[in-house]
Every structure is written in structure tokens, then in C-alpha cells.
């Protein structure tokens, strides 16, 4: 009974483990994977150095998906979306000047978005930080046709089982 406990419980493993390291692998994580630490630069486009919505463009731009340069600008692009709807690939904004849309991210999941910030460069943070909390004003959904296709492959994909586990009888103890 032992074994056929530990041959459940190693496939069970291997399964979930197999699940998880698919469902982190997708156009947008493989598009911004690469570019975590690149630094802050005003104005920048491109690796060498981001600013917030050039960022955003590059990586939109990777997916397929022109976007205009600046943060207001992407404000006024896609469908709004509640906080509590966002999906990976929505842009989150903020205001950080006082006045109006100032900063753009990308949503990435788990309360996280990626950005290029100011004093770090590329980097996640938790929407649920206080400084960007307070500083939140909205979320948008542009259709990132890379991602609507890997979303409907993985729904599409079936669990299949990597290896046969050849179970043998327990003997009775006499």
C-alpha cells in the first residue's frame, strides 16, 4: 500500500509540477523575461533604457500591438477594466505627478505589475504597495492577439500521462 501511496503521490507531483512551469511560460512572460534590470532612462525605447511607456510600447510592440508613446496617450487606448478583473497583459496606470496619468506598468498576475520605474529600471511591484495603492487610477485591456492564442492553446492542451506506473500487488502478511 506504501508504494502505490508514494507512485500516486510522485505523479501527482511530476503533474502539477508540469502544469506550473507551462502556465508560467507564455508570449508575455517570455517577451519581458530578458528585460528585468534594464535601467530607467528618459525617454528611452529600447533595451539600452526604458522609460514607463516606452517600456510598455516595446513589449506591446513585441506581442504585435503598436502603442503610442507616452502614458496618457496609452490611457486613452483599450477597455477600461476593474482592478478586481485584471487579467495578465492589462496596462495598470498611475498618477505620479499630481495632475494627471504620469505612469504605466504592465500587469502581470498575483497583484504584480512590471514597469519601468524611475529608480530602478525594470523590475516587478505589487499593486498593492502603498505608494502605488494610493497613486492607482485605472486599468486598461488592449487585445494582444500572441496572448489570446496561447490562452486558447492551453485551454485546447489535454493532461497526458508521461509514464506508465506499473503497480505490483502487496503481498499478505502471514
Avoid at 94 to 111: A, E, K, L, W
Avoid at 165 to 171: A, D, H, Q, S
Amino acid at each position: 500500500m506504501r508504494k502505490l501511496f508514494c507512485s500516486f503521490l510522485i505523479f501527482g507531483l511530476l503533474v502539477v509540477g508540469a502544469g506550473a512551469a507551462y502556465a508560467q511560460s507564455n508570449p508575455l512572460t517570455d517577451t519581458v523575461k530578458d528585460l528585468y534590470g534594464t535601467p530607467y532612462k528618459a525617454s528611452g525605447t529600447t533595451p539600452k533604457g526604458f522609460d514607463c511607456s516606452g517600456f510598455t510600447r516595446y513589449v506591446f510592440d513585441a506581442l504585435g500591438v503598436d502603442l503610442p508613446h507616452s502614458s496618457a496617450a496609452q490611457y486613452e487606448v483599450g477597455t477600461s477594466v476593474a482592478k478586481s478583473n485584471l487579467q495578465p497583459g492589462d496596462l495598470v496606470f498611475f498618477q505620479t505627478n499630481g495632475r494627471s496619468v504620469s505612469h504605466v506598468g504592465i500587469y502581470i498576475g498575483d497583484n504584480t505589475f512590471v514597469h519601468s520605474e524611475s529608480s530602478h529600471g525594470v523590475m516587478n511591484t505589487k499593486l498593492d504597495e502603498a505608494y502605488w495603492k494610493k497613486r492607482f487610477v485605472g486599468a486598461k485591456r488592449v487585445e494582444i492577439p500572441a496572448l489570446i492564442a496561447a490562452k486558447e492553446e492551453s485551454n485546447n492542451k489535454k493532461v497526458v500521462q508521461a509514464a506508465s506506473l506499473e503497480t505490483k500487488p502487496t503481498p499478505k502478511k502471514k
